[in-house]
């Protein structure tokens, strides 16, 4: 797992540092990657079905990369440490016969996440995990400790001075958000009554450690997109913001590597985006504002504000109130989510004056689609999945590799596969085609060759997303009976016509 590093830290004419290419490149390949982020810290709801160490997750779920979801099961189990019983780590494979077919990171789990963990910096703060309540140990403070006890065990030289090089902004944190701050350090005190000693590192307060880990941290995320916990390298942090950035981040079980989403000259400024860029001009401001203390003024920012709708004040009321919809929604569970979500859409779709791609509206959608399918609508959720694939996401990202869009068709494309294989859906989708015309076997055949070409690109041919996918077509081009020349071209020649067919189907599903 060496790192490649094609980028360098310097002055940069926007703010502060910036992260600078060493090299040209194209779109859609890599800048840097590291084996792991120097701290990385998972939700306290993920440390029960997650390995602390490689991020494999036993939870199961149809729309999930197969190393995460059901089949993986059979791969690996999680077991808690033994001394805290907080964090887990997966094990020993059970039968070794089914290692020739395993996806990449498996022979990584068979050398023992555990003991890795362990010599990263578990062994310092297991007893203190074993003490103090799992509650309390939010991931950033979690965090936190791991710098300590890199520090400890004399691991924390060589990131030592790219990170005390962050910005802190401990004052406007605890100015701005005082209720969190203050639990987060009576928290730390009570760790210094465990440790017995006030709790600094290299003379930096816990106070600036915990700012700096708020400020620079990144949400830490599976292959596919979803939030597991957060994750801070300080390389990584110098990178600037932009609402048009010119590159994004993906992760690979622990791997992390930032690719080009366009081309980026030999000395030309990296910009990673830390908000929804899709949102309106003034959430962006607003959310940048209380989470990073800057004012953005990008391209996008400076020539798009007056332009934004937001001067038609029922749009912005609307806006409003499905942003509101979408935070309730985070928080509720599946089936309640499903409600909130629905509802929000309809003020959206009722509104009259917001575009499809548009937020809130777009991103109420794909939370939708997400919550019917983990409520186990498969088949409307499916429907929503399509109308996003043909109508939303074209227009929210310019770059077919998008890693985020790639990551969705991925998704989308997975749960075709399943209601097409699921006998309780032969009917429905039997039936579905017949009305629509629209035939899934060529739909999805040409969904795979575009996702297996936009993966290389998105997350890297090397990635354990690409041979996954890679590995699923291979097997699904017996089951379309798609292997020989005549009917990859039969295959070929149908695909405008049932593409077009598609989007017909997607303009069915109302709102
Ligand atoms: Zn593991
Ligand atoms: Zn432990
Ligand atoms: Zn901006």
């Not at 089914?98 to 498996?106: A, E, K, N, P, Y």
């Not at 950033?140 to 890199?150: E, G, H, P, S, T």
Request: proline residues 2%.
């Amino acid at each position: 797992m060496a790192s490649n590093i094609y980028a360098y830290v310097t002055k940069s004419p926007t703010s502060g540092n910036g992260l600078f290419a060493k090299k040209e490149v194209g779109g859609g390949e890599l800048i840097v990657k590291l084996a792991r982020p120097m701290i990385a810290a998972l939700d306290y709801s993920r440390l029960e079905d997650t390995c602390a160490n490689c991020y494999a997750s036993k939870t199961a779920s149809s729309i999930r990369n197969r190393e995460y979801g059901k089949a993986g099961e059979q791969f690996f189990k999680l077991s808690a440490c033994t001394g805290c019983k907080v964090v887990k780590y997966c094990g020993k494979v059970r039968d070794k016969r089914r290692v020739r077919f395993s996806i990449h990171g498996l022979t990584d789990r068979t050398k023992k996440c555990q003991s890795r963990a362990w010599k990263r910096h578990h062994k310092v703060n297991c007893k203190l995990f074993n003490r103090i309540p799992t509650r309390l140990l939010s991931n950033a403070v979690r965090a936190i400790l791991q710098i300590r006890a890199m520090e400890a065990l004399g691991t924390l030289e060589e990131h030592w001075h790219a990170f005390a090089g962050l910005e802190s902004h401990a004052e406007q944190f605890s100015g701005q958000h005082r209720k969190y701050w203050n639990e987060t350090e009576q928290v730390l005190s009570l760790l210094d009554q465990f440790t017995q000693e006030e709790m600094q590192i290299r003379g930096m307060a816990k106070q600036d450690l915990h700012g700096r880990v708020l400020t620079n941290s990144l949400t830490l995320v599976t292959a596919v997109f979803d939030p597991i916990g957060i994750c801070l390298d300080p390389l990584v942090a110098a990178s600037n913001h932009s609402c048009e950035p010119n590159a994004a981040i993906v992760m690979d079980g622990p791997e992390l590597s930032m690719r080009s989403l366009r081309r980026i000259a030999k000395d030309e400024e990296i910009f990673i985006a830390y908000v929804d860029t899709t949102n309106p001009f003034s959430y962006r401001q607003q959310e940048l504002s209380s989470r990073y203390f800057f004012d953005c003024s990008c391209r996008k920012c400076r020539t798009g504000s007056e332009l934004e709708m937001e001067k038609d004040r029922n749009k912005a009321a609307v806006q409003a109130a499905g942003l509101e919809k979408l935070k309730q929604a985070k928080k509720a569970g599946a089936a309640e989510a499903v409600t909130k979500l629905e509802d929000g859409l309809k003020m959206c779709f009722e509104c009259g004056a917001i575009g499809l791609t548009e937020q809130p509206y777009a991103a109420l959608r794909h939370s939708l689609m997400v919550n019917l399918i983990s409520s186990g609508k498969y088949d409307v959720g499916f429907m929503q999945g399509i109308k996003m694939y043909c109508h939303v996401e074209p227009g929210i990202f310019d770059e077919s590799f998008h890693p985020v869009r790639v990551a969705r068709n991925w998704v989308l494309l997975r749960l075709i596969c399943a209601l097409l294989a699921d006998y309780r859906y032969r009917e429905y989708m039997s039936e579905l085609m017949a009305r629509s015309g629209v035939d899934f076997a060529i739909v999805v055949y040409h969904m795979f060759q575009d996702v297996v070409d936009a993966v290389d690109k998105s997350h890297g041919r090397e990635s354990s997303l690409a041979k996954s996918i890679g590995e699923e077509f291979e097997a699904t081009l017996d089951t379309l009976d798609a292997r020989d020349a005549g009917m990859k071209a039969a295959y070929s020649a149908a695909r405008a016509a049932q593409f077009s067919k598609l989007e017909q189907l997607a303009n069915t599903v109302e709102m």
